[in-house]
């Protein structure tokens, strides 16, 4: 929940700043981005972070070697989308790039549920809710991979 509150809390805030004056914000696919990249910055800096770390690895598919690896690299992709969504000429291309990226984390999330797995002590979001939430994620990057 906390990845959604941080892609509508930023898209709000920016859109407002656009609305406000700020040129760069001055159209909502900006703001969409500039929400987006907020978003993949909290939840790239929980595969580096303890304990959420360590729930990210537990929540990569048995069948899948190496999930420490898997986690680091995931975490760089999205820290490298989030800051390509902040440069207009490669931003499209960024957005794509990440909603291909959810897709290929989904199962992991799948997994997860199914395992009745925790994120932070808490049980992961149900897979109803969390397909829910996925669509609406990769919705965003395709939205902001329209060219303006």
Excluded at 56 to 82: K, Y
């Amino acid at each position: 929940m906390v990845p959604l509150i941080v892609l509508l809390g930023g898209f709000a805030a920016l859109r407002l700043l656009g609305l406000a004056g700020v040129d760069a914000l001055d159209h909502w696919q900006a703001a969409l981005r500039g929400g987006l990249a907020l978003m993949f910055a909290v939840t790239g800096s929980a595969h580096f972070t303890r304990p959420r770390r360590d729930d990210l690895v537990a929540m990569v598919p048995p069948a899948l070697p190496r999930p420490a690896l898997l986690v680091t690299v995931t975490g760089v992709l999205e820290f490298a989308g989030a800051a390509a969504l902040l440069l207009p000429p490669v931003a499209p291309y960024a957005a794509v790039a990440l909603a291909l990226l959810l897709l290929a984390l989904f199962p992991a999330n799948v997994s997860a549920a199914r395992r009745g797995l925790t994120l932070a002590g808490r049980p992961v979001t149900p897979l109803p809710q969390r397909t829910a939430l996925q669509a609406v994620f990769v919705g965003a990057a395709l939205a902001a991979a329209v060219p303006v």
